[in-house]
């Protein structure tokens, strides 16, 4: 499959996966799982073809590994990121010191007035390194990069959750927080 392929697909199972399985008919259970076949059917319906080797590959290339395989492969799902209501079940983790957060330029008045709101989103989005943050940001606009003081946080009994593709998640990121 070449790339641009598998960026459809991938942008495809972003959509169906994290924020629209209704699109296609595909039914999650509480946990965002989907099973493999009904998706891969469901979707030639609507006129998204792949195989299970092509899905396969978009799990095992994407450089965010947005999505995730059961152990056994019959199941999927996204890794984090939804706008539709799922738990995916995750544990608490103690965070680093710090953590940050891109965003926009035009994002940072509001943002160090209100703090980070998940908006639609189930949590807010941290990242560990400052390269991950700008490449997040770069999408909105000219990037900023917040630093998130994190273990404060948590001391302060803020929970915190590592998704299974090593982004950090939690409800809000009040302002006091938060530097430029």
Same mark, same amino acid.
Do not use: C
């Given at each position: ?7 459809? @697909?991938?942008? &495809? ?31 030639? +319906? ?22 995730? &395989?059961?152990?056994? +492969? ?27 957060? /891109?965003?926009?330029?035009?994002? @940072? ?5 209100? /703090? ?18 700008? +490449? ?15 273990? +404060? ?6 929970? &915190? ?10 409800? &809000? ?8």
């Amino acid at each position: 499959m070449n790339e641009i392929e598998n960026k459809r @697909i991938s942008k &495809f199972l972003s959509l169906i996966l994290r924020h629209q399985p209704e699109t296609i008919q595909l039914k999650l259970d509480e946990n965002g799982w989907a099973e493999v076949s009904e998706l891969i059917t469901k979707s030639a +319906k609507g006129r998204i073809h792949f195989s299970f080797e092509d899905l396969e590959e978009v799990v095992e290339t994407n450089n965010k590994k947005r999505f995730a &395989f059961n152990d056994d +492969k019959t199941m999927i799902r996204a890794s984090q990121g939804h706008s539709i209501d799922i738990d995916l079940a995750l544990k608490t983790a103690q965070p680093p010191d710090f953590l940050y957060h /891109g965003t926009a330029e035009s994002n @940072i008045s509001s943002i160090l007035d209100k /703090g980070i709101e998940k908006r639609s989103r189930q949590h807010v989005h941290l990242s560990a390194d400052k390269e991950t943050a700008t +490449k997040v940001g770069m999408r909105h606009g000219k990037p900023v990069i917040l630093t998130i003081r994190t273990k +404060k946080m948590n001391d302060d009994g803020i929970p &915190f959750y590592l998704s299974a593709n090593n982004v950090w998640l939690t409800d &809000f990121v009040d302002a006091k927080y938060i530097s430029k």
